[in-house]
T-cell receptor
Framework: KQEVTQIPAALSVPEGENLVLNCSFTDSAIYNLQWFRQDPGKGLTSLLLIQSSQREQTSGRLNASLDKSSGRSTLYIAASQPGDSATYLCAVDSGYSTLTFGKGTMLLVSP | GAVVSQHPSWVICKSGTSVKIECRSLDFQATTMFWYRQFPKQSLMLMATSNEGSKATYEQGVEKDKFLINHASLTLSTLTVTSAHPEDSSFYIC???????????FGPGTRLTVL
């Protein structure tokens, strides 16, 4: 059974810092991995999707990497802003189109 | 991009009543819809997978008679929480995808509070 772990559970940084969120998964036989953003009481916004054959994806200030063999992914946020404050979720699709989610990293970026 | 809506966005009900939550794909046909539940500070957990026109497949530990799922059309799936109890209070999120291997698009979620 796939298990997804995210570290740290919470992170507080001043505005402007670059930061890294970590995601690890136990079964490396994955179809793809997604990073989502969730604002309090809201649904999910997909940020980046990395196919199993890819090593990284970039969108604006966000860069996600995938090392399937080691069961790890990182989400890099450059020049963080207060508007980036949210919970970031990592989810793995193990090939049956059902997603296994981590518990998320709660990010707070202070002005 | 593809849009998935949910209705209502929040609902408060008395214990013992039933609540229906709708999930709609607005600009694409969703052959498969997924229902997730999220308790505070916990992961989203898949409850069930529904394919249009067929019975839903429930995850282990999810009572199919309590959480009724109907996927009657390619754009609509409903989740009915029957005889709701306070422990059913949670955030329910649906997602939809067009075809096998396609990206899942998530709805905004429904906050259910059972008094």
């Amino acid at each position: 059974k796939q298990e997804v772990t995210q570290i740290p559970a919470a992170l507080s940084v001043p505005e402007g810092e670059n930061l890294v969120l970590n995601c690890s998964f136990t079964d490396s036989a994955i179809y793809n991995l997604q990073w989502f953003r969730q604002d309090p009481g809201k649904g999910l916004t997909s940020l980046l999707l990395i196919q199993s054959s890819q090593r990284e994806q970039t969108s604006g200030r966000l860069n996600a990497s995938l090392d399937k063999s080691s069961g790890r992914s990182t989400l890099y946020i450059a020049a963080s802003q207060p508007g980036d404050s949210a919970t970031y979720l990592c989810a793995v699709d193990s090939g049956y189109s059902t997603l296994t989610f981590g518990k998320g990293t709660m990010l707070l970026v202070s002005p | 991009g593809a849009v998935v809506s949910q209705h209502p966005s929040w609902v408060i009900c008395k214990s013992g009543t039933s609540v229906k939550i709708e999930c709609r794909s607005l600009d694409f046909q969703a052959t498969t819809m997924f229902w997730y539940r999220q308790f505070p500070k916990q992961s989203l957990m898949l409850m069930a997978t529904s394919n249009e026109g067929s019975k839903a497949t429930y995850e282990q530990g999810v009572e199919k008679d309590k959480f009724l799922i109907n996927h009657a059309s390619l754009t609509l799936s409903t989740l009915t929480v029957t005889s709701a109890h306070p422990e059913d209070s949670s955030f329910y999120i649906c997602s939809a995808r067009g075809g096998q291997g396609d990206t899942q698009y998530f709805g905004p979620g429904t906050r259910l509070t059972v008094l």
